[in-house]
């Protein structure tokens, strides 16, 4: 069998997944180390949920399915976009550690084999400073994570690639949805060109509420840590801090956040929290954190 068959055994199982969140199929995916190990019934993990979902989920998936997952990895090929699954070396590390990984992601562009060096930058409204905040990261060599979704996304984009460094720009719809980046298309052609454009999506998926929140867990999955620019309580800052430390990464605010925000004020009581000074003191603190992270699996 090729890696495409494996390829198409990812995406058939993904999409017979119907009952429990992506990441389970992800879970038995990766422990059986083979997609089409699952399919042919050889899935003999320890945990008895396990086993019982790897074979629901392979019970569902016919030779068209297979047919239909190969046409898609060609088609998107064919427009420059290439497929990267929980099984492929490619597949970034520091999403692989994290326990909601999902089981495949779209990519224009590519992964570079310093991106595990990264730090997510959210926010809601300053751009300003969330642009100064992506030209320090990228001017300490760091690459910049974030959505793809607001202004305040663009701008973090733009900044880190005008001081010459690498963006990960993660969309809230597929890569073959025109409304996934929407007013932002040249922004995502140039990150494409200096880094890569991720969905973890079908490609036809039109952003929606549900979307955002889940493309949060690829955002918060791809870096080593984040910072957070602003944000109002319920917002999607506050919804990109509890999935960072839910899944174990850093997450760094501002001094004057903090004692603005009671919500901010709330989250730093929770481990994972670091207030810091200044800008230049976010840099160097999120170097610090980076480069002391133990590296299980490098993309």
Not at 4 to 27: G, N, S
Not at 265 to 281: F, H, K, L, N
Request: charged fraction near 20%; proline fraction near 4%.
């Amino acid at each position: 069998m090729t890696a495409i068959d494996e390829q198409a055994a990812v995406l058939a199982l993904t999409k017979a997944t119907h009952d429990k969140p992506w990441f389970h199929t992800t879970r038995v995916i990766a422990a059986a180390g083979s997609a089409l190990g699952v399919l042919d019934g050889t899935f003999t993990g320890h945990d008895e949920d396990d086993r019982a979902h790897a074979t629901a989920i392979a019970a569902r998936v016919r030779p068209k399915d297979l047919d239909w997952a190969r046409d898609l990895v060609a088609a998107m090929r064919a427009e420059g976009v290439l497929l990267v699954t929980v099984l492929d070396k490619g597949y970034p590390g520091n999403l692989y550690s994290a326990y909601d990984r999902q089981p495949f992601l779209w990519v224009r562009g590519g992964f570079g084999p310093g991106d595990h060096r990264a730090v997510a930058v959210v926010g809601e409204y300053d751009v300003d400073h969330a642009a100064a905040v992506a030209r320090a990261l990228a001017g300490a060599g760091l690459t910049v994570v974030a959505p793809l979704r607001t202004d305040l996304d663009a701008a973090v984009h733009e900044a880190a690639l005008a001081t010459g460094g690498r963006t990960l720009g993660v969309l809230a719809g597929g890569l073959g949805a025109p409304s996934a980046s929407g007013a932002h298309a040249s922004v995502a052609k140039q990150i494409a060109e200096r880094g890569a454009v991720v969905s973890p999506f079908w490609p036809g998926t039109d952003p929606t509420g549900r979307t955002v929140e889940l493309a949060r867990i690829v955002t918060c999955g791809l870096a080593d840590c984040m910072y957070v620019v602003d944000g109002h309580p319920g917002g999607s800052s506050d919804g990109h801090v509890s999935r960072a430390l839910a899944t174990g990464k850093s997450v760094l605010v501002s001094q004057r956040l903090q004692q603005e925000q009671p919500w901010v004020a709330r989250a730093c009581g929770r481990a994972g929290m670091t207030v810091v000074q200044d800008i230049d003191d976010l840099a160097r603190q999120a170097v610090n954190l980076v480069d002391m992270t133990p590296r299980l699996r490098v993309s």
